[in-house]
C-alpha cells in the first residue's frame, strides 16, 4: 500500500534551516507529482510546494518563495523541502501528499517548530 514518510522536522530558531525528506513507497514514484502541505494550529491546511514527477517543474506559494527549496530522488524514491531562512510563522506540522488511482495520500506529518 501507499506509505509515506516524513521526517526531519525539530526546533529552530529564526533564521535558522531545515531539511524535510519524504520516503515514498507502494506506487510508482517516478510517475508522480509529490506535495508538501502544512497546517498551523488553528488553521486550514495549505499548499507548500509540488514537484513534477522528473523535478522539471516546480511551485510554491508565495510565502515561502525564495526561502524553500523542494527536491527529488527518483532513486531513492525520497522527496525533499530544504527550509531556509525559517520564520516563525512558518511553524506548523508539514506533510507529504500523492495522488495515486484517483485516491491522495498524506504522510503522518512532521512537526516544524520555528522559536527564539
Known amino acids: 500500500q501507499v506509505q509515506l514518510v516524513e521526517s526531519g522536522g525539530g526546533l529552530v530558531q529564526p533564521g535558522g534551516s531545515l531539511r524535510l525528506s519524504c520516503a515514498a513507497s507502494?506506487?510508482?514514484?517516478?510517475?508522480?507529482?509529490m506535495r508538501w502541505y502544512r497546517q498551523a494550529p488553528g488553521k486550514e491546511r495549505e499548499s507548500v510546494a509540488d514537484i513534477s514527477s522528473r523535478g522539471g517543474s516546480t511551485n510554491y506559494a508565495d510565502s515561502v518563495k525564495g526561502r524553500f527549496t523542494i527536491s527529488r530522488d527518483n532513486i531513492k524514491n525520497t522527496t525533499y523541502l530544504q527550509m531556509n531562512d525559517l520564520k516563525p510563522e512558518d511553524t506548523a506540522v508539514y506533510y507529504c501528499?500523492?495522488?495515486?488511482?484517483?485516491?491522495?495520500?498524506w504522510g503522518q506529518g512532521t512537526q516544524v517548530t520555528v522559536s527564539s
Open positions: 501528499n500523492v495522488w495515486s488511482g484517483r485516491k491522495t495520500y
Open positions: 507502494g506506487f510508482t514514484f517516478s510517475t508522480s507529482t
